[in-house]
Nanobody, 125 residues
């Protein structure tokens, strides 16, 4: 089970920190990912982090403005979003993919096993 929180209404240029708490699986054995889905659009990849935190991956649209991290002692993954833009408005979902290989591959909506319920981020202009 994944429980995401931290969304809200923020002004253009503002910041938010999203959190996602996991339970029911071995958290360090999973690649944790944030996806987002804007109204009328497909769900898209935002950022991912491998089990030990040694590799992070970002979509071009958020690179330099987002930071993903995890605390395995708390079974929690975070997404810090800075310099937010109206086009960042979306429901943000956390997801977990089993880390089955040594080499990293970007998670997709198809390969992610567990999903959180989503938290809404609204950026006003």
């Amino acid at each position: 089970q994944l429980q995401a929180c931290g969304g809200g209404l923020v002004q253009d240029g503002g910041s938010l920190r999203l959190s996602c708490v996991a339970s029911g699986f071995i958290f360090p054995s999973y690649v944790m990912t944030w996806f987002r889905q804007a109204p009328g659009k497909e769900r898209e990849f935002v950022a991912a982090i491998i089990g030990n935190g040694g590799i992070t991956d970002y979509a071009d649209s958020v690179r330099g403005r987002a930071s993903i991290s995890r605390d395995n002692s708390k079974n929690t993954v975070y997404l810090q979003l800075n310099s937010l833009k109206p086009e960042d408005t979306a429901v943000y979902y956390c997801a977990a993919k089993p880390q089955t290989t040594i080499s990293y591959s970007r998670p997709s909506t198809r390969t992610s096993k567990y999903w959180g319920q989503g938290t809404l981020v609204t950026v006003s202009s």
